[in-house]
């Protein structure tokens, strides 16, 4: 297949990890964080781990939004829809399953409201129009790469006049989740693998700081796996040259200044939130978005009644400490046992990309792919 | 014009919610602000394109949630 095949070819893997390999320091171990959910996904799905030495420590960090939504902002959203007789509650499919204090919105589903799951905003703003008796609330979230196409949506519903619509905002944004990682007293980074899809929107220049004020590089990757070793052995060139640079591994994607037009529609359309409650990591300053003034007939926070629920994550889950990579998913207490895809507790279990699910479905192998190597020698 | 069911929106493979799904397609013709694209397994969808326009058929746009964010070179 044209534009994969040539990022998956083994031969080019093994002589990026010879390459790595060859510039590892001896009795040093590195600790990279990918900061992105699709790239945690992308490493345990093609075993990424497998092709590097054992001093590089991958640790995943918190770029999976269903991962850090907290469990009241899904009581909020099923509470306005029960309250709503008339309401149509429309989410991408994998909130489906995000437990919240009362249940997922599956569970709301089936103790009757009308929840449904779309593709892309576009489909639930088309739900209004073609539903003119009902009211159509789109559950908004994910980072910069997701909040384009909110904005889009809302700029056409304005232009349009759709009055039955509203958006229920929980979008985020990459680079507080970063500082709050950085600012954790728990974690000792080297550098970061920066996330590819986020920075097709913003660009590369907002981590400009992780280089300069923390001296740490940053290499924005793809998703294929060589992508991902590439960008790796970049952070380890940097690391052994004692430089400490944002760097541009998916060139063929980012350009230096993002996209100034998705930019401009979310500038249009959302202003950032004073705080922002993120699982794991607690409350950040101006770490989210809500609808801007301009939109404010569109804002479901306005147009109805939020409870403002605030539930504490189940005691047994360590979603937090995973979140911000302080434990393996495989070291929670309830991982894979109390814990699974089927019956999530934590959120890191219910998105293929958080880092629970991810390992639970591909790591395993992985993992036993490691030791056959060391068994055989090989 | 190929639709995603909900069954599908659950495989693990896919998480519409974070921008690793975003996928390159190649314009095939315009409808308005939006355009038909066409993915490399020969499914198509309605694109909008408002955030990288002008695009002509033939060129390629990295589309997330039905929405193209950047143009490929």
Known sequence: MRYVDEYRDPELARHLADRIAARVEPDRHYKLMEVCGGHTHAIYRYGVHDYLPESIELVHGPGCPVCVIPMGRIDDATAIAEAHPEMILTCFGDLMRVPGGRGSFLDARARGADIRVVYSPLDALRLAVDNPDRHVMFYAIGFETTAPSTALTLQRAKADGVGNFSVFCNHVTIIPAIKAILDSPDLRLDAFIGPGHVSTVIGNRPYEWIASSEQMPIVVAGFEPLDLLEAIAMIIDQLSDRRAEVENQYARVVRDEGNPVALRAIADTMTLRPWFEWRGLGSINHSALQLSERYAEFDAELRFDVPGVRVADPKACQCGEVLKGVLKPWECKVFGTACTPETPIGTCMVSSEGACAAYYNFGKASRQRVELKVKTGA | ?73
């Open chain 2, 1 to 73: 014009m190929s639709e995603r069911s909900e069954l599908q929106q659950h495989e693990p493979d896919i998480c519409i919610t974070c921008g690793d799904v975003a996928v390159p397609l190649v314009v095939v013709s315009l409808d308005g602000a939006d355009a038909v694209c066409r993915a490399d397994d020969g499914g198509t969808e309605l694109v909008a394109v408002e955030l990288v326009a002008p695009v002509v058929p033939g060129d390629r746009v990295l589309v997330h949630a039905r929405v193209a964010l950047e143009k490929l070179t």
